[in-house]
């Protein structure tokens, strides 16, 4: 146990590599090992496994909207929503049809990727894409698949009821380490979910309907209890209205989120990339379409009872399957899909973060990649979010999805409206009918957005009207301040290194073994003018300062400065001001001792005067603070 | 709108001292002027003034000590309770007379103030101290005082019921603040509640007992509702016994809290301190014996029903004084002196702790005078502390009681314990005499903490048992390490300075100003070694880099660490080791250009990069991290 001096030279291994190595294991256990970048190839990922990463948010949304359709109806119209089912899922899919041939376009005209972003703002300008962006991610941390994916956990076990918000917070956390650890290993991660979930639900659908056709499967009883629960005794029947009806399409309509993902990722596919993304979006509309339909004719079929305990789907999965192992099949990969599609999410997030902080609208240290090939700083920053949403909302779908789709459509409109511009000004072979195309995508965008704005403003649509914009100010303000920032600090090779003068100060309490490291180090600096300076309380103290400096001999000035006021930092400062003064040295270093202990808790027991001291010069100009530490084992 | 390169000099007035001057124009109105170490004799306090800044709590504590006694007794017993209440009361006082005896020979004994603390240690050894040290520092959070203000003023304004928790806390802000303003002002601030309470306290129980002997003023009429719901309709009615007696006197006793405030405060008394102290001290127990008594006399005769609403002392007022400007005034000086009693513990914790802090049991800092000659360290932790309980507990009396008893008798025992050994060591004349009455003292105060142990244990007075306890263990681990580093970090005169070799390493990224200043900066601390390092992430990036450094012309070498795994921090921190194995240079400083912005948000869009790599350095030995700062305005 001894004060190490800075003198004598340390053995080898004995510094801070402890410290960094710790981290680096405990980093490499979590995270996996560092990637090179010509490792980058390797990672891109085939269709099957681009399909469970970039589509599982997609396919998965057929797992709640039919569920949020009918939440809508039911309790204006009892039974009686499930006739109207069947044509608003053909109205959602054909919207689907048109996204899906929409983005085909975008696949291809875009190579490296290209979301409502991009193609807003190299057709649209920069408040466009910026407004696309803020809506992208705005939505990336509403994590609607997860509360569903919640929903579906507790349909089947019932003790975890009641604990949604937890499940919620713990699946979004879970999400984020797995994509910490890389996309490939997420890609693995994900197929076994994704395929999962379409076999069970083409089972689902496949036997429900030949068993229900061929009668050897009646339809459900009403449960009166949870329709009068739902419809209020029945007070709230009043009917379908098409108020009712634009609120339960606009609901629906969130099921098409996660489609334009992949248009975002062609960059992760491999070779060659727009072709396999596009056969990959092809087999995503399809699997989300028949999916969608198929349990619309399910339910026409079987007409469930909307629930709050259990989900439709769970309702369906009961009467099909009974209760047996292919009910918890479909069940178990049900949660997996919603719960892991947020994956889509944590996939774009950062890549989107990534490119708008290069556009300089966002802190530059986003666009840094981390060392597993993901943007670690991005997925951490969308986990915190997410979680503080679920935890804010409740964790429940029917609370989200009105704040998502408003983002959703606006983000899908902004890229429609950008490939029109796009095929305007290309004029590339058969321009004519593909502007076509995206012009009715925009159309049909359009007219969901104000479907959306229109029928959901008052229960939650305003506040992403005030959040996105918001975020867009955010953008550019930090634009604002990098561009000021950048003239400020640019050079020319004709500009030479300024010859600058120092003056060294040391604040000098109890002469102790740190101060004697410290004035040693502010020595090995070699400054133009050196003094040390203390503070004395009154003459007794000042007395007792002087003899004992003069009892060391250090061959070096210390000014006394009279404090009658007991401050210790005050007259250093005045010192300070005064040498400023007398002298025409360019900048003033003040070297304070400072004791490094090794438990954290010790640390508030050393160097509060020096901490109050750093404080006071931290803004001060052309001034430099040197913390000299002495470890103390 | 310019950079501020390090080299041009700045012109005057333009420098910290316009951040320095705004924060002490703001100190100086809210705390006032500072006071030299020579104004601190014209500090001291006349008797007058004394009671009221020391002996408010005491005196207050007559406002809550009846009712607290009731609200045990009422519940088992019903409006028979009130029988009980003189022979307790008579207890309570018999307690007090003891205790003012004792402590006068404490005063006398220890006139540079004589608490717990300082007598425990000199007489009973370090951990008795300690544990007195801990009891009293406990209980001075513990605002009881203010509580009680508040419940005072929710009776007579009935509006403000329910906001208990919001009014303390604000209260204890409003005494703090007092507090940070110095003794003297405080000592006029306290005067009038004082007296002004004692005044209504003497008219009230006069005028009350005059009337009610003469016949001219009733019994008051038995609440049914209010006793119904005390005793829930009878239910809880088992009668009087032992143990509900021992539990009532252990409330009542906290009546006594505030006796041994003066024998802290002796030096602040005039000259001679100790007669002052001990006259001051003598009236503080008439004044609390007489309204102690006083009170518990007009219950008897008037037999208040106790409520939930209302305090027994506002019941008695209105009955007596009706509702006008007397009742009024009543509540008002009962508030204003409970609340601004708890100024006792703003004037000796803050007083206690530094003189553990001298001995080495607490942070230093906490030793150091504010600069208004009152701790000001002590005053905001004490106030941190009060606030965070009273929310913790409701801001209720009852809740507080038993966990501020524990304390209170603890410390008046060791208190005693301390001045029998003082006495036995001493054998100054009538030394027996001495012994015998603080040997009756720790005998008598024994009794009730033995008493307050047993009947409030599960009521939450286990709760000093567990915080006491831990409290010594954290002031014998501080001293510990102060004890552990102070010969590691002791010199002697003949320990020469030790002569620096200093290596000076500069990370750079891209060129700006901020960088040439830095390496600037590192040229002008003359090291014996200067080198400056980049990382490239690949071969394109590392010819960039190169191109650009040569563009400059510097004259410096530049080293192009590769980092394949785009890593910025790790290449450096394996160069820094690199560089300590080959060379035997005593220091390597790591000079890091880093942008001053004037905006804190925007703060967050630099230096990133830096900061990673500074928090990596901070525990590298014999490795000593500048900042260069470059100010952006």
């Known amino acids: 146990m001894t004060s190490e001096p800075l003198a004598p030279p340390r053995p080898r291994g004995e510094r801070a590599g402890e410290h960094a190595s710790a981290y680096s294991t405990l980093k490499r256990l979590l995270v996996g090992r560092p990637l090179a970048t010509t490792e980058l190839e390797h990672q891109r990922l085939s269709k099957t496994v681009a399909l469970a990463v970039f589509s599982s948010d997609a396919v998965a949304s057929t797992a709640f909207g039919t569920e949020v359709i009918l939440r809508v109806l039911v309790p204006v119209a009892g039974m009686a929503a499930i006739g109207y089912l069947t044509p608003l899922s053909l109205l959602v899919v054909a919207v689907l049809a048109i996204l899906v041939i929409s983005y085909r376009q975008t696949i291809y005209a875009y190579p490296n990727g290209g979301g409502s972003y991009i193609v807003s703002r190299e057709n649209l300008g920069t408040t466009p ?42 699946l979004v956390a879970l999400i984020a380490g797995a994509n910490l650890r890389g996309v490939r290993e997420s890609g693995r991660l994900f197929a076994v979910p994704t395929y999962g979930y379409i076999v069970m639900m083409a089972l ?3 036997w429900g309907l030949v068993r229900s056709l061929s009668g050897s499967l ?14 209020h005794q029945g007070a ?18 969130v099921a098409l989120s996660g489609v334009e993902a992949i248009s975002n990722g062609v960059p992760a596919f491999r070779r060659p990339e727009s072709r396999n993304a596009s056969i990959t979006l092809a087999w995503t509309g399809f699997f989300l379409a028949s999916i969608f339909l198929g349990v619309a004719a399910l339910c026409l079929h079987l007409r469930p009872t909307l629930s709050e305990k259990e989900t439709v789907l769970s309702t369906l999965g009961h009467h099909i399957f009974g209760t047996g192992p292919l009910y918890a099949a479909l069940q178990a990969t049900t949660a997996a899909i919603l719960c892991l599609s947020a994956n889509t999410a944590f996939a774009d997030f950062p890549r989107l973060s990534s490119v708008i902080a290069r556009d300089g609208f966002l802190p530059r240290q986003l666009a840094n990649r981390g060392d597993r090939l993901v943007f670690s700083n991005g997925i951490v920053a969308l986990a915190a979010a997410a979680g503080a949403l679920l935890v804010a909302f409740g964790g429940t779908v029917e609370a989200l999805v009105p704040l998502f789709a408003v983002g959703l459509f606006a983000s899908f409109t902004l ?37 959306v ?41 004709t500009e030479r290194l300024p010859q600058l003068r120092n003056t060294v100060i040391v604040p000098v309490g109890r002469i102790t073994k740190p101060v004697l490291q410290a004035i040693a180090y502010a020595r090995a600096l070699r400054p133009d003018h050196l003094v040390c300076v203390s503070v004395a309380f009154d003459e007794i103290d000042a007395e007792r300062i002087a003899e004992a400096w003069d009892s060391h001999a250090f061959d070096l000035p210390l000014e006394i400065l009279p ?22 040295d360019d900048v ?39 913390s000299v530490p002495s470890h103390v084992d």
Do not use: C
């Open 129 to 170: 894409s910026l407004v696309a962006g803020a809506s992208l991610l705005v939505d990336y941390t509403l994590t609607v698949s997860v509360a569903a994916g919640v929903a579906a956990i507790t349909s089947a076990v019932v003790p975890l009821r009641g604990h949604q918000v937890a499940l919620g917070v713990g």
């Open 204 to 206: 689902l659908i496949g």
């Open 218 to 231: 009646h339809q459900l009883p009403v449960d009166r209890a949870e329709l009068d629960h739902l419809t």
């Open 236 to 253: 709230l029947l009043t009917g379908i209205t098409l108020f009712a009806l634009m609120k339960a399409f606009a609901s629906g309509a």
């Open 415 to 451: 890229s429609q409206a950008g490939m029109v511009m796009h095929h305007l000004r290309q004029r590339e072979p058969g321009w004519q009918a593909s502007a076509l195309i995206n012009a009715v995508g925009t159309g049909a965008t359009t007219l969901v957005l104000i479907v």
């Open 453 to 493: 704005l229109v029928s959901k403003f008052t229960a939650g649509a305003w506040v992403p009207t005030v959040v996105i914009p918001a975020v867009v100010l955010g953008f550019k303000g930090i634009q604002r301040h990098y561009q000021r920032v950048e003239p400020e600090t640019a050079t020319s090779p």
């Open 563 to 584: 404090s009658p006021y007991r401050d210790l930092t005050k007259p250093i400062l005045a010192y300070i001001d005064r040498m400023d003064d007398l002298r025409d």
């Open 588 to 626: 003033v270093t003040v070297v304070i001792p400072e004791v490094v202990v090794s438990r954290w808790w010790e640390h508030f027991l050393h160097n509060q005067s020096a901490l109050a001291l750093k404080a006071r010069l931290l803004f001060r100009r052309n001034t430099v603070v040197v």
